[in-house]
């Protein structure tokens, strides 16, 4: 089965910097979308970034200009840089992607367990 796994997050101050990797595992043939959502207690996932298979990005509005979504095709892996971080950017990060596994077979969507941020002085 296929299997996402996050790695990155920490404790870090206002104002400081972040890179969270998201590699991807098992039976895949092909991944277009890969993204990254939030989450904080009590709260829905919000969409944070996507980037297609040949580096097109989406950016949710507050995030524009501080996080930068990157990925590797020949690792089937994404990162997320954030920098400038601010105490409302804390949150469980997961990794999202929609992945093909064989020829012929449907899209499916997968998630990753999340890693946390914390962003406090």
């Known amino acids: 089965q296929v299997q996402l796994v996050e790695s990155g997050g920490g404790l870090v101050q206002p104002g400081g910097s972040l890179r969270l990797s998201c590699a991807a595992s098992?039976?895949?043939?092909?991944?277009?979308?890969m993204a990254w959502y939030r989450q904080t207690p009590g709260k829905q996932r919000e969409f944070v970034a996507s980037?297609?298979?040949?580096?097109?990005?989406d950016y949710a509005d507050s995030m524009k200009g501080r996080f930068t979504i990157s990925r590797d095709n020949t690792k089937n892996t994404v990162f997320l840089q954030m920098n400038s971080l601010k105490p409302e950017d804390t949150a469980v990060y997961y990794c999202?992607?929609?992945?093909?596994?064989?020829?012929?077979?449907?899209?499916?969507?997968?998630w990753g367990q999340g890693t946390q941020v914390t962003v406090s002085s």
């Open positions: 098992g039976s895949i043939f092909s991944i277009d979308p």
């Open positions: 980037i297609d298979s040949v580096g097109g990005t």
């Open positions: 999202y992607a929609t992945i093909k596994r064989a020829p012929g077979w449907n899209w499916s969507t997968y």
